[in-house]
Structure formats: C-alpha cells, structure tokens
C-alpha cells in the first residue's frame, strides 16, 4: 500500500498552516467514458506549447534577474516589494492585457544582525555550531545557554512534568523519514518539530527549541521555515540546526557527554505592513466571468534566493500567459495570474485573493499552482470533485506521453488553498498542483542552497510546460457539464 498512498504534505513549503493529505494514486482506476478526451487539436496544441517553451522560453532568465537583482524577499521586507514591481513589469511585458496589485497586509519579520550558536562539551571550550533562526521566532535577551535534552518524539515530552525542562533546551532530532518515496511525505513526518517544538519546549519549562534541519541532505546548512508560538505558553527562541551538527550533538549525549549550548539572536516583530499580490488578467472570450487562476508564491524566506521555493513558481506561472500572448491563443475563460505574496509566513496573500474572490461572487472554475519546485515535472496533485478529478484522470496517457501522468489526489498549494474554503459548494474550482520530482527539492528548501545555480534550464522550462498546458486543457473543458454534487 506505501506506493499506493503516499502522505505528502498540503503544500512543501512553508509557514503557515500545513496539512497532511492521502494521495492516492489513480493511475490504476477506470476511465470513464463521457469525459472530454484529447482531441487532435489539444495535441497540437500541448506540443506546440512544449516547442515554443523549449526553444524560446523566457522562465530561466526571469529567475536568474528575480534570484541575482532581488534575491531573498521574505514578507515585509524591502525586497518583497522590489520583486512585487517586478512581477508586475514582468507580466506586463509578457504580453499581459491587465496588470494589477491587490493590497495585503502583511507580518514583518526580521531575523536582526546577529545570529549566534555554539556548543560546549563538558564545560569545555565553545564550538560554532550553524543555526538557523526559525522565522517568526523571538530573539534572545542578550545570550542563552542551557543543557541539551534530545527528543525524537513529542510523547516522552508530554510525559514529562511542567519544569521538567527548566533552564534546558530541548533538542528535537527525528529524522525525515529515509524510507518513504515521496520526500514531501517525509517532510510532512517530521514538520510538527519545527512548527510546534517552540512551545512543547515551552510547555515544560525551557528556554528554547533546537530543531534538526528538515531536509534528507546530511549537510552543514541549516534549514529555516515557519513555526508558531501559542498564546498560553511562554515565547521560546527556536532554531533550525544544520543536520551535520544534530547527527554531532546526538553521538555525543548518546556517548553519556554533557552538552550545553549557547544562543544569540536579534529577532524582531515589527508592525504588520502593506505588500500586494501580483493579478495578471485575460478577458475569457466564450466565459469572461468565470476565472481560471494560476500562480506561486512571491515571497520567499530571508536565506538564500528563493530559486525552487517559489521562485520557480513564479516565473512557471508569467510563462504561462506569455506563451499563450505569443502563440495567440484566447482564452474561454478569464484567465489570471497571480503572484502571492506571503505565503512563508501566513498565506495572505491567498487567504486576501479568496475573500475578495467571494465578496465579488467570483466563480472560479480551476485553480493551478506550481510551488513544490522547479525539478523535472512527474504530474499533478488534484483536490477536486470526484467527477473532476476523473475529467483530469482520462488525460492521463497523453499526459504521460510528456512525463506528467503522476495523478494523485491531495492539496493542490497554499496559494489557492482558501479559495475552496471561500467558494459556496457548487462553485469551489477544480484545483491542481504541479509535482515535480521531489528527490532534491528538501536539500535546497529554506537554505542558502536555494539559489538560482541550483535549478536546471530544461527541468524548469518543462515545469512551465507542463502548467501551460495544463491550463490550455481546463480552458477546453466545459465546466457545467462537470457533477459538482460534490464540489
Ligand atoms: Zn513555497
């Protein structure tokens, strides 16, 4: 059954609310017949739009000026709005008729200047140890050392009395799972350490959590990423620790040693600001009042340059309106997309675009996300109605002829996520995420390994491919004759 359901968290990325979804694997279920299958013009037309991204595809560049001219861009921060403007530049310049923001309140978060770790083995002298700050986290006053207590799993914790950990950090060390396919899933495993671990330490009286980088890498990089503190607990420091040094801090309680470490951190929670998602619009020609949504996430974390996470979604996502501009094509459908922002830290962006979407009785007939990398596509993750997700099921051999006929029911991305929270039933979209391979995304993701250098031509480029056609395909449907009894 593990290759048949695999868990693979709502969205890979970030912050905010993660969920643990089953997918399922439909490859080997029926095909219904009534379905609209590919006709000939579809095939030209996915071929035509592999040819034109393949040869003359603008995406790579994109990144490499998004990575290397704005580079880092976390919510609040200066550069998110350097990469707000041009996002805006960029889909106008693609060829897109209509260019708007639409404000978002933001969290500004700021990591300060000083950023310090250190161990001590039997009092003796320090060794730097390479931390990461988790974003959201409370700084230290002045510095912080405490005893190291190792923990795999919450229960012993939770056993454990209210002071149990008094003036001791906890160390929280389980592994992502090596044995799961899907890294995703494996990520999802071991997610709850970084999200909540600062208030479990908390809970029982420490001073601050220590988390192993979330990532199969055994590398000297840590990982950053979202956590949350709960409003009857204490605010505890908590940081992402390379796993080169959790694999170290591990032997040396495992050999019976004394482990002491030592933290300073210049965290900071500024007031919220106002930032913008990024709305490119095509007027749909048969439906202009149904929309079809496409995007990624603007934002990205304060290490590296965002380059898988979400750089690679954004520049998927201008490639799809530029291609299309430039192959003239019209759209049936309103056709948008959108650049989030802050979904590392909050999502909302998508919760801001689902609530605007609902008060102006937006029907949105698809929703598409790329936000799990720019790695050689595999296929989709579909949150859809039964007979939606079959629709996209009777695709699936000619989606394979491209190497996208991975077809798994689950979350489809944060960005889009709140729209089927927001939508009446009967009209929630029939929402579809990018998959790309996974294998790599976690040695990059929330690093200062997420750079540009670290994403390839052709994988990306294929990426957009696979998102332009998968447009051009829910474009073709006639979404009334899709059962949204269960939509
Ligand atoms: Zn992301």
């Not at 991204?53 to 790579?60: A, D, E, M, R, S």
């Not at 089927?420 to 009967?426: D, F, I, N, R, V």
């Amino acid at each position: 059954m593990k290759n048949q359901m695999e868990r693979w968290v709502l969205r890979t990325g970030c912050g905010a609310f993660i969920g643990l979804i089953n997918l399922v694997n439909v490859e080997a279920q029926e095909v219904v017949a009534e379905h609209r299958m590919w006709s000939v013009k579809d095939s030209a037309m996915v071929a035509d739009i592999h040819g034109h991204i393949l040869g003359q595809g603008q995406c790579y560049e994109d990144l490499r000026v998004l990575c290397k001219d704005i580079g880092a861009r976390l919510s609040g921060s200066p550069e998110a709005d350097d990469a707000i403007l041009w996002g805006a530049k960029t889909l106008r310049d693609a060829g897109s008729p209509e260019v708007r923001m639409q404000t978002v309140i933001v969290p500004h978060w700021e990591r300060g200047s000083v950023e310090r770790a250190w161990l001590r083995v039997n009092d003796g002298e320090p060794e730097t140890l390479r931390v990461s700050a988790l974003g959201g986290s409370v700084g230290t006053d002045s510095i912080l050392e405490g005893e190291v207590v190792m923990f795999k799993e919450f229960a012993p914790l939770d056993e454990m009395g209210p002071n149990a950990l008094e003036g001791k950090i906890a160390f929280f060390n389980r592994a992502m799972d090596p044995l799961m396919i899907n890294a995703g899933g494996a990520y999802g495993g071991a997610y709850e350490q970084r999200s909540k671990g600062a208030v479990k330490a908390a809970e029982h009286g420490g001073s601050a959590a220590l988390v192993r980088s979330l990532t199969h890498a055994l590398d000297t990089f840590p990982h950053t990423g979202g956590m949350r503190y709960d409003d009857e607990v204490n605010q505890v420091p908590a940081v992402a620790l390379s796993t080169v040094d959790s694999r170290r801090i591990a032997g040396l309680l495992q050999a019976g040693n004394a482990v002491r470490v030592g933290l300073e951190l210049e965290c900071v929670l500024h007031e919220d600001k106002a930032q913008a998602n990024v709305i490119a619009e095509w007027k749909g020609s048969e439906f202009p009042d149904r929309y079809i949504v496409v995007g990624g996430h603007l934002d990205s974390w304060d290490i590296g340059e965002g380059a898988h996470d979400d750089g690679a979604g954004i520049v998927h996502s201008i490639e799809v309106m530029r291609t299309l501009v430039a192959m003239g094509y019209q759209p049936r459908h309103t056709l948008r997309v959108v650049l989030f922002i802050n979904e590392e830290n909050g999502n909302n962006g998508g919760k801001t675009y689902a609530q605007r979407a609902r008060e102006k009785g937006e029907w949105h007939v698809a929703a598409l996300e790329s936000d799990a990398g720019g790695d050689a596509p595999r296929g989709w993750s579909i949150d859809a109605t039964d007979d939606a997700t079959d629709q996209v099921r009777a695709w699936r051999s000619s989606l394979d002829d491209y190497g996208v006929g991975d077809l798994r029911r689950g979350g489809a991305g944060v960005d889009i996520g709140p729209l089927k929270k927001e939508m009446p039933a009967g009209k929630r979209p029939l929402m579809v995420g990018l998959r790309p391979n996974s294998q790599r995304y976690f040695d990059y993701h929330h690093s200062n390994r997420d750079v540009y250098e670290n994403v390839h031509p052709r994988e990306l480029k294929l990426g957009a491919a696979a998102l332009t056609s998968m447009v051009y395909l829910l474009d073709q449907l006639d979404h009334d004759n899709l059962d949204g009894e269960d939509r």
